[in-house]
């Protein structure tokens, strides 16, 4: 069975500095996705970045980016120049390539901006 | 943009109740899932479906059942509802291929007295 693992349940940072969060997973699969989702206080979770496992470049959206490593199933998520509209719950999870697969959720990081 | 829709945010209900979460979705998707969130433990998969009636447990599926009678429609059902159902309860979609990420819905915190 796959598992998603976030060791760090809470994680501050100060506004414009960077702050990354670890999230390492299990599988036998040589195919797969990973992404990070964002949950604010509104609860509404928001797909932050996506990987695709059979590429080797990390992933980036503006300010976040990923160190995948694939051979140490690892998938980190790096947020650059914090912001205060950053604090959140942030989940990594995993799915298999193929068709109608389900998701595999980390136990999430909450994530603290200091002003 | 894709929608998915929860019925409630928030919801009371009294032990042995028969309780209804309804989730739509508008994007026409395949797959439909219902989590269950709870501090410290993350999202747990109760069921999902990846086509009209049918329906696949996940890993929390005591207590729950499902329906899914139209594409865009999938309902969490609990039967006798107990006070260890207090939660936060998830809605998410997405196409079948996967590839693309689950879209979800705004969560129903659900309480149960």
């Known amino acids: 069975a796959q598992t998603v693992t976030q060791s760090q349940p809470e994680m501050s940072v100060q506004e414009a500095e960077t702050v990354t969060l670890s999230c390492t997973y299990d599988t036998s699969e040589s195919d797969y996705y990973l992404f990070w989702y964002k949950q604010p206080p509104s609860r509404q979770m928001i797909l932050v970045i996506r990987q695709e496992a059979y590429k080797q470049q990390n992933a980036t959206e503006n300010r976040f980016s990923v160190n995948f490593q694939k051979a140490a199933k690892s998938f980190s998520l790096k947020i650059s120049d914090s912001q205060l509209g950053d604090a959140a719950m942030y989940f990594c999870?995993?799915?298999?390539?193929?068709?109608?697969?389900?998701?595999?959720f980390g136990t999430g990081t909450s994530l603290t901006v200091i002003p | 943009d894709v929608k998915v829709t929860q019925s409630s945010r928030y919801l009371v209900k009294r032990t042995g109740e028969k309780v209804f979460l309804e989730c739509v979705q508008d994007?026409?998707?395949?797959?439909m899932f219902w989590y269950r969130q709870d501090p410290g433990l993350g999202l747990r998969l109760i069921y999902f479906s990846y086509d009209v009636k049918m329906k696949e447990k996940g890993d929390i599926p005591e207590g729950y059942s499902v329906s899914r009678e139209k594409k865009e429609r999938f309902s969490l059902i609990l039967e006798s509802a107990s006070t260890n159902q207090t939660s936060m309860y998830l809605c998410?979609?997405?196409?079948?291929?996967?590839?693309?990420?689950?879209?979800f819905g705004q969560g129903t915190r659900l309480t149960v007295v």
């Open positions: 994007m026409d998707h395949e797959n």
């Open positions: 999870a995993y799915r298999t390539r193929g068709t109608g697969n389900q998701f595999y």
């Open positions: 998410a979609s997405s196409p079948y291929l996967t590839g693309t990420e689950a879209f």
